[in-house]
Antibody, heavy 118, light 111 residues
Framework: QITLKESGPTLVKPTQTLTLTCTFS??????????VGWIRQPPGKALEWLAL???????RYSPSLKSRLTITKDTSKNQVLLTMTNMDPVDTATYYC??????????WGQGTLVTVSS | QSVLTQPPSASGTPGQRVTISCSGS????????VNWYQQLPGTAPKLLIY???QRPSGVPDRFSGSKSGTSASLAISGLQSEDEADYYC????????????FGGGTKLTVL
């Protein structure tokens, strides 16, 4: 059974750096073809894809946010980290991580709401 | 502004068949498969259709997907009240080293 759970601060100040952790079980990020991605959703708005890391450490980023994002994995801990620098109130959103395989995000975490406010 | 274009809303009465469209370009839908996600109120998205027209285990066959050229569609037959949700299409885009792109979402109301 595949599960994922996001964790991190619920409130960050403008200009601060956000670090979110996705802790997963039921699969290994060292298995060929497997990836973990991050997607966010501002309140009342659409989904926005952020970043993706594959089993072989290949990384992809949203072009519009690439300069602010870093995605890493710790295979031994079954975790994927997402760092976003220079946070702004427009970055207020629910952040989801998701298991990806066979060109689909087939399992999602419950999401974590991050509010950016001074 | 989302890369994939969906109608913001759709509606139908119980038992009806509704379709939701998703329009893209040659670098995304035109080159790659399309996935559909269902997001019930207050919950995380759930994979509904993958690889254009495949249903994950547990998804009723009332849900079907299709793709033609640079457009895709989600069809829901025998509409039920529990189908009221937001629906998103997604596709891999081959531009700029590759990225996932989403539609802006369609809110389905069951009247």
């Amino acid at each position: 059974q595949i599960t994922l759970k996001e964790s991190g601060p619920t409130l960050v100040k403008p200009t601060q750096t956000l670090t979110l952790t996705c802790t997963f079980s039921g699969f290994s990020l060292s298995t060929s073809g497997v990836g973990v991605g991050w997607i966010r959703q501002p309140p009342g708005k659409a989904l926005e894809w952020l970043a993706l890391i594959y089993w072989d450490d290949d990384k992809r980023y949203s072009p519009s946010l690439k300069s602010r994002l870093t995605i890493t994995k710790d295979t031994s801990k079954n975790q994927v980290l997402l760092t976003m620098t220079n946070m702004d109130p427009v970055d207020t959103a629910t952040y989801y991580c998701a298991h990806e395989e066979n060109w689909a995000s087939d399992y999602w975490g419950q999401g974590t709401l991050v509010t950016v406010s001074s | 502004q989302s890369v994939l274009t969906q109608p913001p809303s759709a509606s139908g009465t119980p038992g009806q068949r509704v379709t939701i469209s998703c329009s893209g370009s040659s670098s995304n839908i035109g080159s790659n498969t399309v996935n559909w996600y269902q997001q019930l109120p207050g919950t995380a998205p759930k994979l509904l259709i993958y690889n254009n027209n495949q249903r994950p285990s547990g998804v009723p066959d009332r849900f079907s997907g299709s793709k033609s050229g640079t457009s895709a569609s989600l069809a829901i037959s025998g509409l039920q009240s529990e189908d009221e949700a937001d629906y998103y299409c997604a596709a891999w885009d081959d531009s700029l080293n590759g990225l996932w792109v989403f539609g802006g979402g369609t809110k389905l109301t069951v009247l």
